[in-house]
């Protein structure tokens, strides 16, 4: 039997922006179903860059700095001969995004800020200025798919 494709998913536009991008980042930002209170973190996420960037729209700076994140390979390891191998697989568009967003949301948890909307605007607006964590995870991977090249014509 073949395997069937993926059915490519259509999300609904957030209430207040009117985007569907913001309602995929909120879908990954969410915990235990708790929809509303991973909008709560958005909204106030997306105040907090303004508060701090007061010449720009925060949803603005938000795209740029998922743009700077998006890493265009990933990195695949698979065991050959008993050395396992790092294999770079060039990404879909809508996988890039995704990778994008999970990296700007792990990297973002990781920062020493108490409250989550605190920790996304910091890490955010060090993506935007190319700099932070999430940038460097990105830049990392880039460097190992290089590196690693000569292996790409293996296929899983």
């Keep these: 039997m073949r395997k069937l494709k993926k ?36 909204y106030n996420f997306i105040d907090e860059l303004e508060k701090i960037n007061n010449k720009k729209k925060g949803i603005k700076i938000w795209k740029k700095a998922l743009k700077n994140v998006t890493p265009q390979v990933y990195i695949r390891s698979r065991r050959i001969g008993g050395t396992k191998i790092n294999i770079p697989i060039i990404l879909p568009k809508n996988l890039q995004l995704t990778k994008a967003i999970k990296l700007l949301i792990n990297s973002s948890k990781e920062r020493k ?39 790409s014509h293996l296929k899983f």
């Design 7 to 42: 059915k490519k998913r259509i999300y609904e536009p957030d209430p207040k922006f009117k985007e569907p991008l913001v309602t995929r980042f909120v879908n990954h930002l969410m915990k235990h179903g708790k929809k509303k209170l991973a909008y709560r973190i958005f």
């Design 113 to 151: 800020e108490k409250a989550m909307y605190k920790k996304l605007a910091g890490e955010t607006l060090a993506a935007y200025k190319k700099e932070g964590r999430a940038i460097k995870k990105k830049e990392n991977m880039h460097k190992i798919a290089e590196s690693n090249k000569a292996f």
